[in-house]
């Protein structure tokens, strides 16, 4: 049973930037692609940036292209979503979730229904 938590939402200003990360524990996470999602208020839950179990691929949303990075350390079992020149429009809950194991070290997804753990998530807010 892999658990995961997510750290380092806050408040911050429009333009500015913030730096979330995701432990896991209870398991080996580099046989896992790894995923981050939010919800903001109101909204449906969406896909912001996935990454392969050997973080060799990765993909992102359109909306955070160039400017929400993701990352992960497996020999430290975290994974990170690096983020800059943040809009109000990026405030919502952010989740870290996991998918696999996988059988490819170069897979990702999208969707949701593929990642069977997910973290509490944490709060990110941007201001204007």
């Known amino acids: 049973q892999v658990q995961l938590v997510e750290s380092g939402g806050g408040l911050v200003q429009a333009g500015g930037s913030l730096r979330l990360s995701c432990a896991a524990s209870g398991g080996t996470l580099s046989r896992y692609a790894l995923g981050w999602f939010r919800q903001a208020p109101g909204k449906e839950r969406e896909f912001v940036a996935a990454i392969s179990p050997s973080g060799g691929s990765t993909d992102s949303a359109d909306s955070v292209k160039g400017r929400l990075t993701i990352s992960r350390d497996n020999a430290k079992n975290t994974v990170h979503l690096q983020m800059n020149s943040l809009t109000p429009e990026d405030t919502a809950v952010y989740y870290c979730?996991?998918?696999?194991?996988?059988?490819?070290?170069?897979?990702?997804?999208?969707?949701?229904?593929?990642?069977?753990?997910w973290g509490q998530g944490t709060q990110v807010t941007v201001s204007s």
């Open positions: 979730a996991a998918a696999g194991p996988s059988v490819s070290y170069y897979w990702t997804s999208s969707r949701m229904y593929d990642y069977r753990y």
